[in-house]
């Protein structure tokens, strides 16, 4: 296991980037925080494609160690700091824990990522309403399922059992991205209350993204 400074690199309003953030906060760790503006496309830049092939935040260094995609940095941050361990090791809740992150940043995250709506409105010429229209759409298909979901493992606190867990870290950034667009979160009054609870701990406030030194206010 790698030791020595942490430093993140991301972005305040990526949702990827707002669930390492959670998990460092709730491991107690000491990080630093590099400003990388995917709005201005600072996340094209041959220097940071070094770090990051795929262009994309976040990217997480440890000591000379160097790691994308969030669900792997967390993995990566559950074995260098195992307290609180934010995948549980064993059993039906590490099943659920696995499969409501998955649910999120594999089949929601995605379709609403920057690049894929500026190729809507860009390539393909879709109108700003149309582009709200697609990521309402399939918001609202993975909320359905994750409502569904929740309903058998919820302890209307935290996703899974009586403490946050990755799945919490994934849930309340991708809530935020929807309320950015516009969606109405009380469809989903499971999920609403989960987002509302976790935003009160201290781990989930102070990853906020209005709360980050590259915050750019609307
Ligand atoms: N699966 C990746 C997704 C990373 C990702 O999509 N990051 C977005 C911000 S949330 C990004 O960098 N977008 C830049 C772009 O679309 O050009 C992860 O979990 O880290």
């Not at 994308?68 to 700091?81: E, F, M, N, W």
């Not at 809507?120 to 359905?144: M, P, R």
């Not at 399922?145 to 302890?155: K, N, P, R, S, V």
């Amino acid at each position: 296991m790698t030791t020595g400074a942490i430093r993140l690199h991301g972005f305040f309003n990526s949702s990827a980037s707002y669930r390492v953030r959670i998990a460092l906060n709730l491991k107690g760790l000491a990080w630093g925080h590099v400003g990388v503006n995917i709005r201005s496309g600072a996340q094209n830049a041959p220097a940071y494609r070094a770090l990051n092939p795929q262009a994309l935040v976040p990217t997480l260094e440890v000591g000379g160690h160097r790691i994308t995609q969030s669900l792997a940095i967390i993995d990566h941050l559950d074995r260098l700091q195992p307290a609180p361990l934010l995948v549980p090791p064993d059993g039906a809740a590490r099943d659920r824990v696995l499969e409501i992150a998955q649910l999120i940043a594999c089949d929601i995250h995605p379709l609403g990522n920057l690049r894929v709506l500026k190729h809507l409105t860009g390539a393909l010429a879709l109108s700003e309403a149309q582009k709200y229209a697609w990521i309402a759409h399939w918001v609202g298909l993975g909320f359905d399922a994750l409502e569904a979901l929740l309903g058998a493992t919820d302890t209307g606190h935290w996703c899974v059992g009586g403490a946050p867990t990755l799945a919490d870290c994934c849930l309340v950034p991708q809530v935020a991205n929807a309320r950015r667009s516009g969606i109405d979160i009380a469809r989903w009054p499971r999920i609403a209350q989960i987002d509302a609870q976790a935003r009160r701990h201290p781990a989930f406030e102070a990853a906020e993204p209005q709360r980050q030194p590259d915050f750019i206010p609307a």
